[in-house]
């Protein structure tokens, strides 16, 4: 027999993780710390290297510029000018990704929440529809028994 509550929670159920599974299941595998830590961390290669990608192609289109006028303390300013324009940008860009990461994990967590209730209250209708079952079979028991 069909139990029409249970079809519409096990359909709710795969449709969560049809929807959210991509987004969920992954993250249920770290620590709040390792994940967004280890995003800081590619966050961190990858600004320094498009930094430096940029710093070069910057450099190779003012070439010319640079040196018909080179000097020992143009070059240091150049060099102040880049170091704080990259610790300036590393710093915005690594607490961007922090507050990203840190709101995927959360939303995370909670998708997991919601998952594992919705496990939760299976499996108790699961239980509930076993205990009836074993209910409805002892008492056939005994009232066959009973009229022998």
Not at 43 to 63: D, N, P, S
Not at 98 to 103: F, G, N, Q, R
Not at 114 to 126: G, H, I, N, P, S
Request: with cysteine.
């Amino acid at each position: 027999m069909l139990n029409e509550e249970k079809i519409k929670l096990m359909t709710s159920i795969a449709m969560f993780e049809q929807k959210e599974g991509k987004r969920i299941f992954p993250l249920s595998c770290y620590f709040k710390s390792d994940y967004i830590s280890r995003h800081l961390l590619s966050g961190f290669f990858g600004y320094t290297m498009c930094f430096l990608l940029g710093t070069v192609l910057w450099a190779l289109y003012y070439m010319e510029v640079i040196l018909s006028s080179l000097s020992i303390d143009m070059l240091l300013s150049f060099g102040q000018r880049f170091c704080l324009l990259y610790l300036g940008g590393l710093f915005l860009y690594l607490l961007t990704t922090l507050v990203v990461y840190w709101k995927r994990y959360d939303y995370s967590i909670a998708g997991m929440r919601v998952y594992v209730a919705k496990l939760k209250r299976l499996e108790k209708r699961y239980e509930y529809q076993n205990k009836v079952k074993e209910m409805t079979k002892e008492g056939i028991r005994h009232d066959g028994a009973s009229g022998i």
